[in-house]
């Protein structure tokens, strides 16, 4: 019951401000025992007051701790933030700047992107791909390797499949491979309706070929946007089936000879992040899990529901620091520790 980590937990509560309620429950006890002084008693009234109190907590800063170790030994609080990019541009690129292109508060520049991504792989950081997140985090069906305990997860996913994310963002990994020797990997969600296109109007978009070469290099993992970016919940039982099946449909056609264990459009992320329960009851038919945008960090120990994982929106004013310090905040992932036998 009382081990190392139990001894870790017990600083770590007097050390913190974990404390200070304990404290002020004392003052209230304190407050409630003065009147007692008035009793003929005084002196063992007194006596015992101060002791009780010092007991009560003395015990709460035991349980406290117990609930703490018990909490942290048996399942680990995994903390994993998820970011959610779409297209990538570069500022140095004028045919990617106004007057030839017009801005979006989604876009994010490849000179800030590159900036994240040279602090997270200097730091370790492990790169998951939405199946590393669901076997190792959500289904739990291996534990996590051994390489990776130390690490902190992140995941890095491009929303629509833009062009600019191959175009800007490819030169980034494969600078990021020759610097560090480290493999870096992109999530993309796609409509596969739109692959390819480009009208000179609106923005372009990667084609298949595109997503063939990125997954032959191993830096992107391609999943499901929905067919056609339609929002999911405004669509009739029947229609609902024929976007999501048409999307996994395509995706899979385009790298039908490359994905042996069929886990491209194992995963979605809704248009528009828009999902209810009648369109959740349709998804396991299709799908393992899927991403919403709800500007939190997948607590793996609290997710109730795999078709809302928690994902950070990404804008053109968040601030390659400020997704620093996010992602700071990711669990190291240690080691679970299992009950020895006597
Ligand atoms: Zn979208």
Known sequence: MINQKWIENLIWVLSTKATQPLFSIIDKLKLTIIPLRWYKDFFLIKFLGQWVGKLVYLSLIFIVTLGLTAATVKSPSVKIPIFGFHDIIDLQNKADLPPYRRLSDIDYTKQDLEKFIDYLVQKNYWFLSSQDLFIYFINKSQPIPTEHIGQK?????????????????????????????????????????????????????????????????????????????????????????????????????????????????????????????????????????????????????????????SRITVGSHTSPYKLIRLASRASTLKKISKSKKI
């Open 153 to 309: 997860p992140v995941m890095l996913t491009f929303d629509d499949g833009y062009k600019g994310v191959h175009k800007n963002g490819i030169p980034i990994l494969e600078r990021m491979e020759k610097k560090y020797a480290e493999k870096v990997k992109f999530v993309l969600f796609v409509n596969p309706k739109s692959l390819g296109f480009d009208n000179g109007k609106d923005l372009p978009h990667l084609s298949c070929q595109d997503l063939r070469e990125g997954y032959q290099k191993d830096f992107y993992d391609i999943q499901s946007h929905g067919f056609t970016h339609k929002k999911l919940t405004k669509l009739s039982s029947k229609e609902l089936d024929v976007e999501l099946y048409l999307a996994k449909l395509a995706l899979r056609k385009c790298t039908n000879d490359l994905d042996r264990n069929k886990i491209v459009a194992a995963h979605i992320a809704y248009p528009f992040g828009a999902i209810n329960t009648r369109v959740e009851r349709k998804l396991p038919k299709y799908h393992l899990t899927g991403f919403v945008y709800d500007d939190n960090f997948l607590r793996v120990n609290y997710l109730k529901n795999q078709f809302r994982i």
